[in-house]
């Protein structure tokens, strides 16, 4: 079936650094990939989104980009600041699947002030 | 807040029991989505429901099952517990906006077996 890798597991960084985590999906045919901020104890949040037909979408201090011939899609986070330490999933789903979505394990990032 | 509400926030039950956990959409969102969140198995996608029938199926087990009524809440069951049973169970809506369709998670149900 579908898998999504995501790496590192963990991650530290310090405050005002960029942060970069790295996801390879396994099925061609997806084509929507969501990003999912979650704190501890609380709901995955959307934090942005691409979709295949886009390489790279932007929005302030968070920007993904797709490689859909490597089928890998990474999550750049520049200028971090504490409030930015949760645990990230990357995730992906075909079209008209677009809530079925299948995620990677997470990546726990700290940033240190 | 995402607007999706998830009843009740914790449950804790013993082994061989059955549980109920209970989700309301956003307003106008016709497509309720479950997802259980483990330390081992991650974040999965369990099963859809669109406007009152099952839409996709992923890793639901066959003591889990799910119902969405004609108001649009949903009800996930779960019975014959097990410790490994124990997770956060989370319900999502979503919009769509343009081809993408955008998933909204509940506050989540934390379930522990004892």
């Known amino acids: 079936g579908e898998n999504v890798e995501q790496h590192p597991s963990t991650l530290s960084v310090q405050e005002g650094d960029s942060a970069v985590i790295k996801c390879t999906y396994s099925d061609s045919a997806s084509n929507y990939f969501p990003w999912y901020k979650q704190e501890l104890g609380k709901r995955p949040q959307l934090i942005i989104d691409i979709r295949s037909n886009v390489g790279e979408k932007k929005d302030q201090r968070i920007a993904v980009t797709l490689n859909k011939t490597a089928k890998h899609f990474s999550l750049h986070i520049t200028e971090t600041q504490p409030e930015d330490s949760a645990v990230y999933f990357c995730a992906a789903s075909k079209y008209n699947q677009g809530g079925k979505l299948i995620f990677g394990q997470g990546t726990e990032l700290s940033v240190k002030p | 807040d995402s607007g999706v509400t998830q009843t009740p926030k914790h449950l804790i039950t013993a082994t061989g029991q059955r549980v109920t956990l209970r989700c309301s959409p956003r307003s106008g969102d016709l497509s309720v989505y479950w997802y259980q969140q483990s330390l081992d198995q991650g974040l999965q996608f369990l099963i859809q429901y669109y406007n009152g029938e099952e839409r996709a199926k992923g890793n639901i087990l066959e003591r889990f099952s799910a119902q969405q009524f004609p108001d649009l809440h949903s009800e996930l069951n779960l019975s014959s517990l097990e410790l490994g049973d124990s997770a956060l169970y989370f319900c999502?809506?979503?919009?769509?906006?343009?081809?993408?369709?955008?998933?909204?998670f509940g506050s989540g149900t934390q379930l522990s077996v004892l």
């Open positions: 999502a809506s979503s919009i769509r906006q343009g081809r993408d369709e955008k998933l909204f």
